[in-house]
C-alpha cells in the first residue's frame, strides 16, 4: 500500500509560486497577442481583397490542424536561433520563455480569429451600412461600432478559451520550462513525491479553473438576461 | 441635387435596377413606392453608395457616385439616411449615438456635438431620454432619434429606406409627423414608403417602380389622380382600399 506523504509541499510552496507566476505570464501575454493578431486575422478573412482572406484562412487552418506540443517545439527550436540571429543573443541566453510566448501567442490567435470572425458576423449587417451612411470610414465603423459589439457577445467564449489556454500552457513541460506543472514536476521527482505533488498539481489547476469557469457562465447569464 | 442616370444593377445574373434615371431638385420631397421586389430600396442605397451599381451613374451635389476617386465617406457625411430597422448603436447612450459621427467624422467638439445633438433629441420630443439606451425606447421614439442622428451631420438631402414599415401602427405617425415637419422646413428628401397619406401630404413627386423599372414619375397630383400606368393603377387600388 502506497504510503502518501504531503510534507515536501509546504517547503516548495515559494518554488511552486514561481512556477505560477511564469504559467500566468505566458497565459497573460498569449490572451493579448493572440486576441490583437486573432482579430487581425478575423478582420482579413472577412475582407473583400482576396490574397488577405487567402493568407488569413490558410494560417487558420494550418495552426487548428496540428497539435499545440508539435508547435511548441518547432518554436523552441526555430524562436532561439531566430533571436541570436537576428538580436545577436549570447547562444547561452535563456529564450525558453519568450519561445513559449511566441508559440502560445500564434497559437491561440488561430482559435481567437475564429471567435472574433463569429462575433463580428453576428453584429447585424445594418450596423455597417448605419456607420457608412454617417460618413466613417471602414476603420472607424470596425472600431467605434461593430468591434465594441462583437466582443461585447463574444467575452463569454474569449474567457473560456483563455482557461483553456491557461490548462495548456503545461505543455511547455517539453522545453523543461518551470512552469508550474514543471515546477511541481521538478519537487516531485527531487524528493521521489511525484504521486502528491501532481495530485497536488491537479487540485490547483482544477480550483483555478472551476472558479473562472463558473466566474464565465454567471457573467454569461447575466448577459443573457 | 440628386441626379440618377440610367442606373442598373445586378445580382449575379439577375437584374434588380434596369435602366433607372430621374431627377430630385433642391428643396423637393420625392416618394418612392412599388410592390416589394421592385428595386427601390436597392435605389435608394445607390444615391449614397451603400449599394453599388454596374452602370449609369448617380450625382449628388455635383459629386460623382460612380466615380472611383470620390472619397465616399466624405460625400455619405453629407447625406442623411434613416433605416427601416433605425440602425441606432445599441451600445452608446442616445447622446453618444447623436454625438460620435460629429465628433469623429466632422471633427466637432464635444461640448459643440452635444449642443447639437441635445437641441436636434428636443426637436424630435425626447430630450428625456438623452441618457438611455436604444433598447430602452419604443420602435417609435428609436427612428426619431434615427432621424435626428441624421439631422446632426446638416446634411444637403435626407433619404428615408422605409422608415415606418417596421414599426407598430400606433407609432408611425409620431414618425411621420418628424418627417412632414422636415419637408415643410424644405429639407431635400427621397422618401421609400407605403404611406400614400405623407405622400398626399407633403410629397412633390411620386416615383413608381416595378421590376427594376421606373415606371412612372409624376407630379403628386398627377400620380393620385390618373396614373397611366396599370401596374400603379393596380397598386394603388390595393394599398388605397385598406
Redesign the interface.
Known sequence: MYEYDWSSIPGALPYLWEGMKVSLEITFVAIVAGIVWGTLLAMMRLSNLGPLSWFAAGYVNLFRSVPLVMVLLWFFLIVPQFLRAVLGLDPTTDTRLASAMVGFALFEAAYYSEIIRAGIQSV?K??V?????????YG?AMR??IL??AF?NMVPLLLTQAIILFQDTSLVYVSALADFFGAAYKVGERDGRLVELLLFAGAVYFVICYSASYVVKRLHQGNGS | MISIKNVSKWYGAFQVLKDCSTEIQKGEVVVVCGPSGSGKSTLIKCVNALEPFQQGDIVVNGISVADAKTNLPRLRARVGMVFQHFELFPHMTITENLTIAQTKVLGRSKEEATQKGLKLLDRVGLKAHADKYPGQLSGGQQQRVAIARALSMDPICMLFDEPTSALDPEMINEVLDVMVELAHEGMTMMVVTHEMGFARKVAHRVIFMDQGRIVEDAKKEEFFGTPRSERAQLFLSKILHH
Not at chain 1, 451600412?129 to 470610414?137: F, H, I, K, R, V
Open positions: 447585424p445594418g450596423q451600412a448605419a456607420a457608412y451612411a454617417l460618413g466613417m470610414t472607424q467605434l461600432v465594441p459589439q461585447r
